[in-house]
């Protein structure tokens, strides 16, 4: 299995962050956004999509900051050192809580839209559903 992250598509921050990831993260995985990922195939659901960010591969699961870890785990050399500071006990601790203040306010971010800040369900309904 490819390893994948999955990220939010319809976010334009979580975009913005996903065209970084693929300009500047030398990594295997695919990135690719949740509403485009076959979420079956990767054992993820439209609700963990919605939540935080996935990373799925044969050794490993992760989300939120976990998959970022993972992510820059699977990079080059300096990032991976990132990756392993990412996921030590204190650092992973804190982590947290600064991932779901950002996932809860990405829409007053740099790139973020209103639209950023609603599940998939409300923004369907407010802007149709994709096809």
């Known amino acids: ?24 993260i030398p990594t295997r995985a695919r990135i690719v956004p949740w509403q485009f990922a076959d979420l079956d195939d990767l054992g993820l659901t439209q609700e963990q999509c919605e939540q935080s960010v996935q990373w799925v591969s044969a050794e490993q699961r992760g989300s939120g900051p976990d998959a970022i870890a993972l992510l820059l785990s699977d990079a080059g050399r300096m990032w991976r050192f990132a990756g ?48």
């Open 84 to 131: 392993a500071g990412l996921r030590f006990a204190p650092v992973r601790l804190a982590a947290w809580p600064a991932y779901r203040w950002i996932a809860d306010h990405r829409h007053l971010l740099p790139g973020g839209t209103a639209a950023c800040s609603l599940p998939q369900a409300q923004r369907d309904a407010l802007f149709g559903k994709p096809s």
């Open 1 to 24: 299995m490819t390893p994948t992250f999955v990220y939010d598509g319809d976010c334009s921050f979580c975009t913005t962050c996903a065209e970084f990831i693929e300009r500047r």
